[in-house]
Nanobody
Framework: QIQLVESGGGLVQPGGSLRLSCAAS????????MAWYRQAPGQQRELVAT???????RYLGSVKGRFTVSRDNVKNTMYLQMNSLKPEDTAVYFC?????WGQGTQVTVSS
């Protein structure tokens, strides 16, 4: 079983930035694709970004140009740099690897 621990969430004003981290316990971290999902209150989870083992990335349309997903295979950690945050980005953000989910980290964008 893989343990995934997200961190870096918080309260930020519109236009601000946050950097989320996801630390993974798996030993073959570098071999697998990973993803960030988010779920806003009363809404379904949506896929925000993915990154493959060879660093190919894809993004949800509404975050393209604002969010950047990356990974550090030495630290077994995936990141999500979020810039120009909007109130509609408010959600719990989860990292996912090989079907395993972290516990999530809350991101709140509000003035």
């Amino acid at each position: 079983q893989i343990q995934l621990v997200e961190s870096g969430g918080g309260l930020v004003q519109p236009g601000g930035s946050l950097r989320l981290s996801c630390a993974a316990s798996e030993s073959d971290f570098d071999l697998y694709s990973m993803a960030w999902y988010r779920q806003a209150p009363g809404q379904q989870r949506e896929l925000v970004a993915t990154i493959t083992s060879d660093n190919n990335t894809r993004y949800l349309g509404s975050v393209k140009g604002r969010f950047t997903v990356s990974r550090d295979n030495v630290k077994n950690t995936m990141y999500l740099q979020m810039n120009s945050l909007k109130p509609e980005d408010t959600a719990v953000y989860f990292c996912v690897s090989r079907g395993f989910w972290g516990q999530g980290t809350q991101v709140t964008v509000s003035s």
